[in-house]
Every structure is written in C-alpha cells, then in structure tokens.
C-alpha cells in the first residue's frame, strides 16, 4: 500500500525536487519507504507501507532492460498466478512482489492485462519505448487517482495535496461544488478543481509525450437483474454466495504484516470475521470502538461476535476532541466531504493501527444486497406511481405554498415528483429545502434530466426500474464517491490498510445476477445474504434493526461543536460567499439548538465547505514549486 505521484512534460526535463515534494504530501500513506525516478520529461514518486515482500519490494521497479518502471498504490491479491504465468512466457523476477508483476503483465499485454488483475490498485507506468505513461485504476475506485492534463504536461497523485504542491491551478469547479451541495460529496471523475479530474474506477488514461491522450474502459459494473437467471434457485445462489464470499476473504489475508479486522456489529463486518475465524489458526485480531452517548454504542454486538469465535478482540468507548478531529478531517479529504461517518472511521483506523498494519471491512454489502433502508422506501414508494400526474401537480402547488416548517412537506414533494427516479434524489437532498438555502446560481437542478445528463455515467437508460437506477447509482456513484473516499483517507491518514472482501468483483458479478426481491424480502434488505451466512452470527444480530456507522453529531451541534459550528456558518467568512441564505442558515442552526428538528446533516455539509474553502484559501499563498497556467 502506498502513495503515488508524478509528471510527464512537454517541453522541459522533470525536476526530482519537485517529485519530492508532491510525495512529502502523503508521507502518512506510506511512512516505510520513499524512492523515485526521473527520465529526462518524466519523473514518478511513492511513499510505501510495505506489506508484502518487505525486504526487497521497494518501488519504483522496472523490467528487465529498465524500459518500463512502475509506481503503485495497493494490493494484486491474484499476483502468485500471474507471476507463474508471467515466469512461464519467459520473464525473469527480481522480487517477490506484487508490485513487479505489473510492469511484466504490461510487457506481455500493454493495457489489456489490467483487467486479469483482481484487487485495489492505482498505479502508473512509465514506457520509455514509446514515450508515455500509463495511469489504471481498479474496478470500484478503492483507491484514488487524480490526474491534470495541462498545457505543459500531465500530473498525477494519488492525493489532491501533491498536485497543490505541483502548482496545478486551484480554481474551484463549480459544476462539482453543486454536486456536492445536492449529493454530499464530489463523484467521479470531478473534483472541486477545474483543472484536475479522478481518474474513473475500471478505466485507464495512456498520456503520450506530445500531449495526446488515449482512454479505455476494461471493467463495467453489471446491471443488477430483476428476475433470477434459468436454472438459478435460492439454494444454488446461497451456495455459491457462501464459497464466492469465502474465497474472497481468505485471498484478502495474505500478508507479511500482522493483520486483523473492523467488527462493528453488523452483519457485514461480522460476516468478514466469522469468514477469517475459519481459515486461521490464530485468533483474528478485532477492532471496535463506541460512544459515550446512547444509541451510537454497538460495542456489546461487537463484543458478541468476539466471544464467539474467540478473536483477541479490543475495543474503546471514546470521547475524542470534536473540534480538532473536524479540523484534521478536511486536510485529509482535499476536498468537501460531506459523510460525518469519516469520524468514527478515523478514530477506528487510528485504534487499529496501534496494532496491526492490515485490516479486514464488510464494506460494500449495503450497495450489492440492498442493505439500505432508502431501497426499502423505494419498494413502499412506487404505489405513488398511481397517482395521477395531474392530481400530483396539484399536490405540487399545495407543498410549494406551506411553510418550510410543515413537517409533511417532504412526503408532499415525493408524491408530487414526476418520476421514481427523481423521488429517489428528492429523499436525500430535498428540493424543497435546498431552493431556500442555496443561493439560484448555487441551487443544482432538482429535474431528471440534469441528474440523467449530469450523471449519465453511473444511471441506467430511461426504462430502467427505478430500485434497479438505485442499486446501480449507489455502487457506480456513492460507493465509489463516498465510502470509499472515506474509508481511504481515513485508514491511510493512520498508515492503515483496508482490505474489502465484498468488493472482490467476482462477487460483485454474483450478486449483481442476484434478483431483486431476494435480497429485499422479509421487511429487511440483505436477505439473501443473512439466508447464505447468518447461520454463523450470533442470534441477537439478525434482528438488529439497521444501523450506519455514525457519530452524536446533533448532540455534538449542541453541546462541544455549537460554538464552533456557528462561528463558521455565521461568520463573514461564509456568508460572503454567497453561497447559502444568511436568513434560512441561522434558522437550520437555531432550530436544531431548540430540539425542534435534528438539521446536523445538512450544517455539517455546509461546515465541511466552508471548512475546505478555508483551507485552499490558507493554500493559495506561492506554492512549493511555479504556480503553472492553466
């Protein structure tokens, strides 16, 4: 696991000294190792976390003639048979790596190798051959990469900090500050930069010496199915659920370092450990943490799965410092980010690092199994779909003329949305709300057709069902977008590595052939799911109504973070901006202060972007190197 860096220029040799200082930037992603090479326009950096191969996996590695080099950011879990394979056309090996099969497969397959490659990986490869450099990206976006093609050149980092250091322009995007201000976060291939882009999960970017650019896609998310495949029973699709998710967590704890697992409580998370208790010897090592606060404490769940496969299981009931934990946060992300659940991930991944170098997640089961309970409002939601268009447009004008403190509001606006889709939207960012805190040109269309043209890349063509847009929109777009950027960040700012056994495309593809209304049965999502391997959960977590990963952040808006909140959304700073209604900002805070309504979300994503606002403008003084044109 490490961080990456680099340029390829046009007109002028690379400087070390400025690869250097790109990869002074993530140092807290790879504190083990540093090295670097440049050739004459092209220059490449990493810091490394060595995990596999520790004594000679030190990057960058080149083939044989030292033609090709590679950096790289991640883990080949498939690299042993790739390696044999690679050995057995005639390739010679210098390490044990994974790394090293990289610049291999490269030499045997050019771009078309990247996808028989099965992990989480970003990585560059420099080609002296034919003067260019090759930047891939693994199938989910696990881990990031951040590209700026300029007119002197391309950059490239695997955090937006190291392109600062560069000299990239730092003009905001607007396009993708709206995103965030409707979504909570920035989606690929955006960034909060016009100049710079997130390379998209499953595709690569070939940048030649000349300035031209080629780009290719070797990896799609399936479609999720509506109806169960010929021959497809529920036995059979448990079956291989069990074997498929098996196999994906034992390839996952190959390791040099000492290595454990997340265990939250849930389902996922305790699934990964009951999995790993099978196939080690050694009690697998556990980490969890809880609050203080009531119903934000799962560490009894926890301490159940502990006990029954008897891991050497630590947890901690934290009350950390909120304001100096919000404040390192932003400097992490580079960019708004608006999931409040980066802070137990944060702290969670700073416990286990005291610990061990590796760990084991349950990410990724909400989105493939439906765990979520918004695809079960979904289901209850489309008996509005009878309403005639015309009574809706009625409805429509009803909600326009309450007050924004009707509490029924909102479910006037879902009925009165024209189509599924939009209602979706409308649950997770209310238009209603939104056109009275944003300013116009800040307020993102709230219709289809922006969302369908906007985020074209990750929806299905009209005719889609709509549970089928969301199981698809929330793995193409918010899995990639949020969950993963947290649990990267969050992880790597403790030199942590995380390992997603439900993100192994293999059982990606599975569960995607898995219909619908196997996984939302029972009034509970998952239940295809817990039907393959809840057998092996203790009893009391299968009756867990569902919980996310949170914090007591309205408590927090009320009690440690009040002063603070305030002092930013009311303060000139923000409001000069123009960017939110001063009016309706100070009724949000006033009316969560009273009790009235719990407003945290929405104040805690306009504090994230004032917060990151604050921190490029504490940037913009010179850079470390010439600012460059854009």
Known sequence: MCGIAGQFLRERNADLSHICAMCDEIRHRGPDHEGYHVEGRCGIGMRRL???????????????????????????????????????????????????????????????????????????????????????????????????????????????KCLRAAGVPLDPDPEA????????????????????????????????????????????????????????????????????????????????????????????????????????????????????????????LAAAVARKYHTDHHEILVRPDSVGLVSKLVRHFGEPFGDSSAIPTYLVSEFAARHVKVVLTGDGGDELFAGYDSFLAIQRRRKLDRIPFAARSVISDIADALPYSAYGKNYLRMISRATPLERYFENGSPHFLLSRLLAPEWMPPGDSGYLARTLAHCLLPNGADVLTQALYFETAAKLTGDMLVKVDRMSMANSLEVRCPMLDHKLAELAARIPHRWKLRNGRGKDILIQALGHRLPPELLHQPKRGFGVPLAIWFRGPLRNFLWDHLTGRSFLDRGIASPDFVRHLLAEHDRGRRNNCHYLWNLLMLELWYRDLEEHRNPPKVARLSA
């Open 50 to 160: 060595s995990i596999i191969d520790l004594g000679t996996g030190q990057q960058p590695i080149a083939n044989e003639d030292g033609t090709v080099r590679v950096v790289f950011n991640g883990e080949i879990y498939n690299y042993r048979e790739l390696r044999a394979d690679l050995i057995a056309h005639g390739h010679r090996f210098k390490t044990a790596s994974d790394t090293e099969v990289l610049v291999h497969l490269y030499e045997q397959e050019g771009a078309n190798g990247i996808q028989r490659l099965r992990g989480m990986f970003a990585y560059a490869i420099f080609d002296s051959r034919s003067r260019s450099i090759l930047l891939a990206r693994d199938r989910f976006g696990k881990k990031p990469l951040y590209f700026a093609i300029l007119p002197d050149g391309l950059y490239f980092a695997s955090e937006l």
């Open 177 to 300: 500050l709206r995103l965030y201000l409707l979504l909570n976060y920035i989606p690929d291939p955006w960034s909060p930069y016009r100049a710079v882009r997130k390379l998209a999960p499953g595709t690569w970017l070939r940048y030649y010496a000349d300035g031209h650019t080629q780009q290719g896609r070797y990896w799609q998310l399936p479609v999720p199915v509506e109806e169960p495949a010929a021959g497809l029973t529920e036995d059979v699709a448990c079956r291989q659920l069990r074997e498929a998710f098996d196999e994906s967590v034992q390839v996952r704890m190959i390791s040099d370092v000492p290595l454990g697992a997340f265990l939250s409580g849930g389902i996922d998370s305790s699934s990964v450990v009951a999995s790993m208790a099978y196939v080690t010897q050694a009690p697998v090592k556990t980490f969890s943490i809880g609050f203080e606060e009531p119903g934000f404490n799962e560490l009894p």
